[in-house]
């Protein structure tokens, strides 16, 4: 059934649309971010383009439309993320979603964006074998998601204070980096050897499979109060980084596989931002190569924030005829 | 009022018993540089507003984060935001509580939207030479934050106990101590 | 010769309330005012299918959109232009937006020469307001949106009657203040979707060959935030 959907995602600083024909064809899949030059969206200013959904989202969804070679006509269903996040920002994205699902009558799909991160494995993948232990890793949150099927998850851990993601562009601050150094961080992990320093891994030896990164950010901030870098005798700055990073990575490495192991899940996939680390990556790599435990992994692009990501998982919902009607509503970032 | 936080235990009896002395939508602004504390502040503060410690996470990249209390607590973090215009194109009812208390992390850039407000400064700090330390620096209108104040002249470090779910109780005990 | 009539479809959704009006050709044009609160979003698309059926016109058939551009509530102006701008786009049809100063000021008659200030309350102790004035039937801004205080806004405004709303939080403390303006009197008890209508196509008839700026939202800022700078103290 090679049907064609729209996606939008506005649930964060980005604005973002995709077209998918069947499953996982990707037609189309733009961000904002990604473009250099915004003449053609209205010319909002790069740096300053964060949440300014309503300026763009038109323009993009223009262009993804002649990407994909397609009219609004061939559509066969509009999905977009309506949780969690800015209730202003999401907002923007569902009138123009439920806008085109009216007009063009048809059905709607409301997606939550931290299920939907899982999915860009299904694009590039295929179907993987559930039950799957999913770790999203993403601005915000760092959540570990246990799947049975398809619609059927459980988060079965999360951060509790920083998220890594916001952990490591907040070290990188420390270390003079301008914020988000998540990049800068996992260069310089790649290019040295850890410093013998070892720092805290936050809540690794307590049964639970929560994540506090605080403790780790915190340590580093007394580490850079406390030395010199790059003086005689001084520590350098790369192997610094590449401890810290270790450190993180450890304890994501580490509690993903223990809650594969918990719940009886022979294969794991990544996603979210900060699984575009190349670091990360080979540490999953060689950490379930040793558990022989399957892995997933996105390409970078499918990492961030996207909205082919919500439409993969969208195709699914529609194929189950999991629709919503015009008054779905949008969820902040309520948590509790 | 100056009070320094000797440990995380110490932080959280103080966290918990100002946020059970707080108005009903108070709003605290909680500057101070990174690592200082003012999440695992803001944490216990929460506790003493009837939300679940756990679900009190870093709102630095939502912006925005609203937990279910007593009454719903808005949690805003606004390290991310470089000008006050992308304040000004949000309303201020989706990051100012208009049913409860607002916590604003790194509320530098919306001090002149904030002019007028009566809010209660909670600054954070570090302290040299004890990691474990921190120095909580807070202002506020005496008259509005008159509870706050009282409660937390009288609360001399005490026993670690079991966090309390109603503000009620809690300073019932505080105040036997 | 009149102009033959067009189909439009007209969305305001810059206040609490709720304002629609659709006209389908010569058939007269119908209207929704309701309380939504932060609700717009959920019931935005019924009432447009209600009003739509109540006309018998189907979305296709509508030739021109207009939407409330604000100022008002920053999400609420976002959900009528998301939804306006998404018409526009499916239908190809043009889209003018009308500033939610000129509604107001519509509600006052029309009697050629009359003055009116329209005055609306966004910001805690500001007002944004503009002073207009009626020709030939034609509702002319005289000058662009002020963002004020009140005692500014006073001076402003003189003896000019004002057209004024006021949304919460308003500060009670401006009762008296505004009770001393004079009221203008009204034709319209509240800045109705017909209003949007009548003023969105007077924009498109004077500007038939196009092309229509696309819309953007209303977001004034008083001159002491665009002062304000993060460098500063
Ligand atoms: N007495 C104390 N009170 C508060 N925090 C303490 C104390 N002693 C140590 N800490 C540690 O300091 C760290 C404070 O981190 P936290 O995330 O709360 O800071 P923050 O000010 O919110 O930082 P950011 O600017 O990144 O938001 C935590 O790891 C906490 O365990
Ligand atoms: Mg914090």
Not at chain 1, 201 to 207: A, C, E, I, K
Not at chain 2, 66 to 74: A, D, W
Request: hydrophobic residues 45%.
């Amino acid at each position: 059934m090679n049907t064609l959907g729209l996606a939008i995602d506005t649930t964060f600083d980005d604005t973002s649309v995709a077209i998918l024909r069947g499953r996982r064809e990707v037609l189309a899949n733009l961000t904002l971010s990604q473009f250099a030059d915004h003449a053609e969206f209205g010319g909002v200013v790069p740096e300053r383009a964060s949440r300014k959904h309503l300026q763009v989202i038109h323009p993009l969804m223009e262009r993804a439309l002649a990407e994909a070679g397609i009219g609004f006509s061939s559509l066969d269903w509009v999905a977009v993320s309506n949780q969690p996040g800015l209730l202003g920002s999401i907002l923007v994205g569902m009138t123009v979603a439920k806008s085109l699902a009216y007009l063009l009558r048809l059905p709607l799909i409301g997606i939550n964006h931290i299920e939907a991160h899982p999915y860009a494995n299904f694009l590039v993948h295929g179907e993987l074998p559930f039950p799957l232990m999913h770790l999203v890793a993403a601005g915000g949150h760092t959540l570990l998601i246990h799947q049975e099927h398809h619609f059927q998850w459980k988060i079965v851990g999360r951060s509790v204070d920083d998220a890594a993601g916001e952990c490591v562009d907040k070290v990188a601050k420390m270390f003079g980096h301008p914020f988000p150094g998540g990049p800068v961080v996992d260069k310089l992990a790649l290019a040295h050897e850890p410093a013998p320093h070892r720092f805290p891994r936050p809540m690794l030896n307590g049964p639970g499979l929560d994540f506090s990164f605080s403790g780790l950010k915190t340590a580093m901030l007394y580490f850079r109060r406390d030395n010199d870098l790059g003086g005689s005798g001084g520590f350098q700055e790369g192997p610094v980084i590449a401890a810290f990073f270790e450190a993180v990575t450890d304890v994501l490495i580490t509690k993903t596989l223990r809650a594969a192991e918990k719940y009886g899940v022979a294969a794991v996939t990544v996603s979210g931002g900060l699984a575009a680390s190349i670091k990360l990556r080979h540490g999953f790599e060689a950490a379930c190569e040793n558990a022989g435990m399957t892995l997933y992994y996105p390409p970078p692009a499918l990492c961030t924030d996207n909205a082919a990501m919500v439409a993969c998982l969208a195709a699914y919902r529609h194929e189950a005829g999991r629709h919503d009607t015009l008054e779905l509503d949008g969820r902040a970032n309520l948590v509790g | 009022m100056q009070i320094e936080l000797t440990s995380l235990d110490a932080t959280r009896r103080l966290g918990v018993a100002l946020g059970c002395a707080l108005p009903e939508r108070a709003i605290v602004l909680c500057p101070g540089e990174m690592g200082s504390g003012k999440t695992t502040l803001i944490k216990s503060i929460c506790e003493g507003l009837g939300v679940r410690r756990e679900t009190v996470i870093s709102p630095t990249y939502m912006l925005v984060n609203i937990y279910r209390g007593l009454r719903p607590v808005y949690h805003v973090d606004l390290f991310r935001l470089s000008r006050v215009e992308e304040l000004l194109e949000m309303d201020r009812c989706d990051w100012i509580n208009s049913e409860g208390p607002t916590l604003i992390e790194w509320p530098e850039i919306a001090m002149p939207l904030l002019a007028g407000e009566t809010a209660l400064t909670a600054h954070m700090s570090l302290v040299t030479g004890a990691d474990n330390h921190r120095m909580l620096a807070l202002a506020g209108d005496a008259e509005a934050f008159q509870a706050v104040f009282t409660t937390l002249d009288g609360a001399t470090p005490a026993p670690a106990r079991k966090p309390v779910g109603t503000p009620g109780g809690l300073r019932d005990k505080l105040q036997r101590h | 010769m009149t102009p033959s009539p067009i189909s439009v479809l007209a969305i305001d959704t810059t206040s609490e309330f709720l304002s629609l009006a659709v006209r389908a050709g010569d058939r007269p044009a119908a209207s929704r005012y309701l309380l939504c609160g932060n609700g717009t979003s959920r019931v935005l698309f019924r009432e447009i299918d209600a009003l739509l059926a109540e006309v018998g016109i189907a979305p296709a058939g509508l030739e021109l959109l207009l939407v409330a551009v604000g100022p008002g509530s920053f999400t609420g102006t976002r959900i009528g232009m998301a939804a306006a701008a998404t018409f526009a786009q499916v239908t190809g049809r043009p889209l003018i937006g009308v500033d939610t100063l000129h509604l107001l000021a519509a509600q006052s008659f029309s009697n050629d020469g009359s003055r009116v200030h329209a005055v609306l309350n966004c910001v805690r102790d500001e007002v944004y307001h503009a002073p207009y004035v009626w020709r030939d039937g034609q509702l002319e801004a005289e000058a662009p949106i002020a963002l004020s205080t009140i005692p500014e806004l006073a001076a402003a405004v003189g003896d000019t009657p004002v057209v004024l709303r006021r949304f919460p939080p308003a500060p009670p403390e401006w009762d008296d203040d505004l009770a001393r303006l004079k009221r203008a009197e009204l034709r319209s008890s509240h800045p109705d979707g017909l209003l949007l209508l009548e003023a969105g196509i007077a924009r498109f008839r004077s500007n038939r060959a196009g092309p229509f700026p696309r819309p953007e939202p209303i977001y004034l800022k008083s001159e002491a935030f665009r002062k304000w700078s993060p460098a500063a103290p």
